[in-house]
């Protein structure tokens, strides 16, 4: 029973592992693809002020958009793939909570009979304001 258990675990885990890494890995890998171009430099230049709302470096708007557009699990792949600090780990972390995976949800908040714009404007809304807030406390501590 017990080693039947441990059996089902593992598999269980190792399928978890796959699903994860499918989205996860690619993200990763083209982030760091990224680093090694140019088209990263671009990138902090353009977001840079954006993101300084946010006590966030430039290059981390790569992480809201893929982690907005697509999932967490896309965002953890290209957090992996940037140099962050923990605080401004903790930053995007809490802007992801409010925000992440903006399409699929959308799609289901649609299905549910939520008015959209509400959603987006709540979700993005808290997002900006406590990445704002958790940037400027992150700043002063």
């Not at 885990?13 to 699903?19: A, H, P, S, V, Y």
């Not at 140099?83 to 549910?112: C, D, P």
């Amino acid at each position: 029973m017990l080693l039947e258990s441990v059996k089902t675990g593992i598999k269980k885990g190792l399928e978890t592992t796959w699903i994860l890494a499918k989205t996860i890995v690619p993200v990763y890998i083209f982030v760091t693809i990224l680093n090694h171009t140019p088209v990263i430099n671009w990138i902090t230049v353009i977001f840079e002020p954006l993101m300084g709302i946010f006590n966030l470096p430039g290059e981390a708007a790569i992480v809201l958009v893929v982690g907005n557009l697509l999932n967490l699990y896309a965002a953890i792949g290209a957090i992996k793939a940037i140099e962050l600090t923990a605080a401004q780990v903790t930053i995007l972390a809490i802007m992801l909570s409010f925000s992440h995976s903006l399409l699929v949800e959308t799609a289901v908040t649609r299905k549910l009979g939520f008015k959209v714009s509400h959603a987006l404007i709540i979700r993005m809304g808290l997002a900006i304001i406590f990445g704002i807030i958790v940037g400027r406390v992150g700043a002063i501590i």
